[in-house]
């Protein structure tokens, strides 16, 4: 075998390894499974052209150059956003059982923590994701980033202090979660207002995402029961046949609603005390294909 094939099958392999890894650090960067899986070819061919015996840690330089075209994708989708109508959420994502097990990763891409990443300007999420989700130290940071350690220090201390600001106040469990949604679910179906109300918390925060594809709130609504009779009058007014069945995206328990058979859309939840916080509805027909097969999601 030539050396170049040789060369050619190592950055073949250690790329397929490490696959998983930085299809997750482009998500979390960007919120977008399309985007990332773009992101990912980018980085492909510009890891065929790197000379290995040059490189001291393949993984970390894998995550530098994901990292780098992440950061150019993100300044353009900032762009994309301005038009966007409506909300934008996140893509969400139909993950293994594994990452709902494993509570940091389950976390930081709840819909909750993503829609907060929102907030950050491109470089301090870069940063805080590189180091807050998967412990890359400072000065490969910088070098993913173009500032000097000192710098990333000073945005990740900024960044980090923003997030926590704007997170949820305490990470509930696998089973709180469900039972909230569960609760939900039962009470969209027998149009129980009450019901409804009881599981919603007063400060709750709706938010739909129809691209301007679908039919969606342009703007949150906020409240228990504003969001309450915005939810029975739709469905009060459907008259084609709507069921609610569990899913688990974004490693948290959700529900995928179905109407006359076919999927409509995707409703996370964020909880806290027993009671849901946040709804997160995607109707966009474009961010529902990561939603039939399950995506691996992995911090190492």
């Known amino acids: ?69 992440a950061l150019n994708r993100l300044r353009t989708m900032s762009r994309r956003k301005e038009s966007y109508v409506g909300p934008w959420l ?26 907060v990443l929102e907030t950050l300007s491109p470089t301090e999420r870069a940063v805080f994701v590189l180091r807050e989700v998967f412990d890359v130290g400072y000065d490969d940071i910088a070098a993913a980033v173009d500032k000097t350690p000192a710098a990333v220090r000073q945005i990740a201390h900024r960044a980090r202090r923003r997030v926590d600001a704007r997170r949820p106040r305490a990470v509930v469990s696998q089973r709180q979660t469900r039972a909230a949604v569960e609760s939900f679910a ?19 925060v709706y938010m739909g995402d129809g691209g301007g594809v679908k039919h969606a709130a342009l703007r949150p609504i906020v409240g228990a029961e504003k969001v309450a009779r915005l939810l029975a009058g739709g469905l009060g007014k459907n008259t084609i046949p709507v069921t609610f069945g569990p899913t688990m995206v974004n490693g948290s328990p959700a529900l995928a609603v179905h109407l006359d058979g076919e999927l409509d859309s995707i409703v996370a939840a964020r909880v806290e005390a027993d009671r849901i916080t946040g709804l997160y509805v995607v109707r966009n027909p474009e961010k529902l294909s990561r939603t039939a097969s399950e995506t691996p999601l992995t911090l190492r």
């Open 90 to 115: 996140p893509e969400p994502l139909l993950t293994t059982p594994d990452v709902a097990q494993d509570v940091e990763l389950a976390e930081s891409v709840s819909m909750a923590v993503m829609l």
């Open 1 to 69: 075998m030539s050396d170049d094939r040789a060369a050619a099958d190592q950055a073949t392999e250690t790329f397929i390894a490490q696959r998983n890894l930085l299809f997750t650090v482009a998500y979390e960067m960007l919120g977008s499974a399309a985007d990332a899986e773009d992101v990912l070819q980018e980085t492909w061919l510009r890891w065929v052209d790197v000379d290995l015996q040059q490189v001291r840690d393949q993984r970390a330089y894998l995550v530098r150059i994901t990292t780098r075209q």
């Open 186 to 204: 039962r009470a969209l179906e027998d149009g129980d207002l009450q019901a409804l109300l009881d599981v919603l918390a007063p400060d709750v």
